[in-house]
């Protein structure tokens, strides 16, 4: 192989491309990034609704059906049930919290939250009659 069959340095330094490739690239466009064929493309799906937008108007539906089906389960809990939908049904706020004792989840005291004033005050139940943020361990959606 002579001096003739030897390619010129490239001038914008080893290792990058001539100027054409680089354009020819760019101008490549698999559409992975672009919004508007993202929403289109949701649009068109008509399989079941998989992602239900976030409501932060109250959790009070969602705090009914865990104290009717979780919290308390079975005939034997339903004094304890029907006296915590009833104080629920009677109160004016729109978020509540439930207190559990420990990791086995046994109930101690429902609470009403007031996020205007950050202020939670029992409803029923044993438990502090007020709490704040510091007082609790961990909250679960």
Not at 43 to 56: E, H, R, S
Not at 63 to 72: D, G, K, Q, T
Request: with cysteine.
């Amino acid at each position: 192989m002579g001096p003739s069959s030897r390619h010129l340095p490239s001038p914008s330094g080893p290792g990058s491309l001539p100027p054409g490739l680089i354009t020819k690239r760019r101008g490549f466009d698999d559409g992975s990034s672009d919004i508007s064929s993202t929403a289109s493309s949701m649009m068109d799906y008509n399989g079941p609704k998989l992602y239900k937008q976030p409501a932060t108007k109250s959790n009070r539906g969602i705090i009914l059906n865990a104290v009717e089906y979780c919290v308390f389960p079975g005939a034997v809990n339903r004094e304890a049930k029907q006296k915590v939908l009833e104080k629920i049904a009677r109160s004016e706020a729109k978020h509540f919290l439930v207190l559990f004792r420990d990791a086995g989840c046994q109930f101690r005291a429902l609470y009403g939250y007031w996020p205007e004033n950050e202020q939670i005050i029992k409803l029923y139940g044993t438990g502090p009659s007020q709490v704040d943020d510091v007082m609790f361990d961990k909250f679960f959606k």
